[in-house]
């Protein structure tokens, strides 16, 4: 479940609730009022009812004329205003009977008709008391409903509070402080620090996250101890060489002009490898650290290849290098001396790989508004995983002891290329040997 879907889903049920508790006493305050209204109007019929018995009882004492008239005026009177109310069949009824013998012992006043009457009036009493006993019953009624409902709406609210911060605190903040708290072992160097995959889903995702950082960083870490070795184990060759021939000289023997012509041979050709490998280091790790400057402007990429092949045809004469390129300047934006040193060293790769006196060919030109380079050789080719592979650092295929070098050529110029916003790749060509291809940003002449 999402953190936003939890929060809504917890919020509409606290609003649910407070609605239900609100409508519930809503309810039960409009019962308890309307039940104390009629309960007092109640009351007041039973005073009225009481006052009827005692007026009817004056009557049938007094003496004098005028004040019979004036209790027969107050009888009339109070049942004129009882007649006015609502009251249960029971109470309507003793009312109706009273009403009745009332008005008979008016009409006819003797003790017979007074005795009637007197017992109707006290009948209509009972039935007016017994509908306020009633009355109270329903409004203790309504005081228990009352409790009961808001003690139960009150219990849930308490429930579903407690329910909702127990999710918040098992799905949301523990895992958060889980996560915390392992991002801060990290930090002080515990790298087995692991980040909890549970809670809500946007802190799985910070988690998992965390966990392909956790994974980039391990792995960018071994690739850097694998970088390392790599360089140990190269830069052992001309050591040795260095060390032997250091060896020779230092013990001041009698060494023949050949030895010393092949061991001078020998040095030379380890300090240029090592001269190479530590250029492609020093590009490598600037490449790295984003420290590499290039001089970017509007080259013309023919020239640039040509240059190349002459000089690559300077140290193997035997080779025929050909260049291919469009009468025009082919212009593309790009650092000349960088892309001179990429195509040196396809060129040099496509001699070293491919047997001796099979022919080079080099094509320029443009496709789109990319500019490209082509450098195919008629070498052994190399397998899908291979095309892939040497590009990495230190990676050299096939049978790599049979030529110099150090597997870093290729990885230095893909990544000189794409700090172009070039492209460097390579395919098998359709008669055999393979075709390494350089794209950059064409400039439009
Ligand atoms: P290096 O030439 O110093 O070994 P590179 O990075 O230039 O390093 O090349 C990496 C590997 O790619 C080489 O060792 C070789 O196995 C393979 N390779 C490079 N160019 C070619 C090619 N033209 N034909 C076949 N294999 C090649």
Known sequence: MSLRMAFGASLGALVAMALAIATGLIVATDQV???ASALSENVHRVRLAQHLQIDLLLHARAVDELRKADEAQRMREEIAESE???????SQAAF????????????????DSLRVAYAAADQFVNAEESDATAL?????DWRTRAIALGATLGLLLVLAATGILFWFRTATLRPILELNRAMRSYAAGDRSAAAPQEGAREVREIGQAY???????????EDQ????AGVAHDLRNPLTALRLAHAVVREGKAVSETRLRSIVQITGRQVEQLDRMVGDLLDSTRLDAGRLELRLGSVDLGALAEEAAQLIRSATPD?????????????AWADPTRVEQVLVNLLSNAVKYSPDPSPIDVRVGREGDQAFVEVRDRGPGLSDEDKRRIFEPFRRVGAPSAAPGTGLGLYV???LVEAHHGELSVENAPGGGSIFRIRLPGVNA
């Open 33 to 35: 009022a309307k039940t």
């Open 84 to 90: 006015g109310y609502r009251r249960s069949v029971a």
């Open 96 to 111: 109706q009977d009273a009403s009745r013998a009332i008005r008979t012992y008016l009409t006819a006043p003797n003790a």
């Open 136 to 140: 109270a019953h329903v409004a203790a």
């Open 211 to 221: 966990e392909r950082m956790r994974e980039a960083l391990r792995q960018q870490r």
């Open 225 to 228: 101890v694998t970088f390392l």
């Open 319 to 331: 080779r025929a290098i050909s260049v291919d390129r469009p009468a025009q300047p082919l212009l």
């Open 413 to 415: 110029a893909r990544r």
